[in-house]
């Protein structure tokens, strides 16, 4: 019997590796405008997003939104958006993907007080759906498809 690795990389799937950290989160890397960076991978974010101290680092334009973001236990905080930004996640890459920004001090502050790694940004829902995203929880590998 095929097992699930052989099925999606035959149906042109690529298989990135996950990292559980101590807060069980998964920790994935990715790039974004060139520039690698450490994120969280967030089924349930709606949208992906970074920090607003990332402006710089992965070269972002950065515009004032509307939209307030709520999560981790913080809310109606204030935003920005990043439109035609690529992201490459392994073999997967993307142009013009938007980007939320936000204070992610909550989520970094967090992560330190469990002796995990901060991170750049989360990976969220929206990126997930795209890439018709597959987590294996068991082996600890993302599959996204090409």
Do not use: R
Not at 104 to 133: C, E, M, R, W, Y
């Amino acid at each position: 019997m095929e097992t699930l690795q052989e099925y999606l990389l035959n149906k042109g799937y690529t298989k990135i590796k996950l990292k559980l950290t101590k807060t069980n989160h998964f920790e994935i890397k990715a790039t974004i405008n060139g520039v690698k960076g450490l994120f969280i991978l967030d089924t349930g974010a709606s949208t992906s997003c970074v920090g607003f101290e990332a402006i710089e680092t992965f070269k972002l334009n950065a515009k004032d939104s509307k939209i307030k973001a709520a999560g981790a236990g913080a809310t109606d905080m204030l935003t920005q958006v990043s439109k035609k930004n690529t992201l490459k996640i392994g073999k997967w890459k993307k142009d013009k993907v938007v980007l939320v920004l936000f204070n992610l001090s909550h989520v970094n502050t967090a992560l330190i007080a469990h002796n995990a790694q901060p991170v750049d940004g989360i990976i969220g829902a929206d990126i997930l759906k795209k890439s018709k995203a597959v987590i294996d929880y068991e082996k600890k590998y993302l599959y996204l498809k090409l």
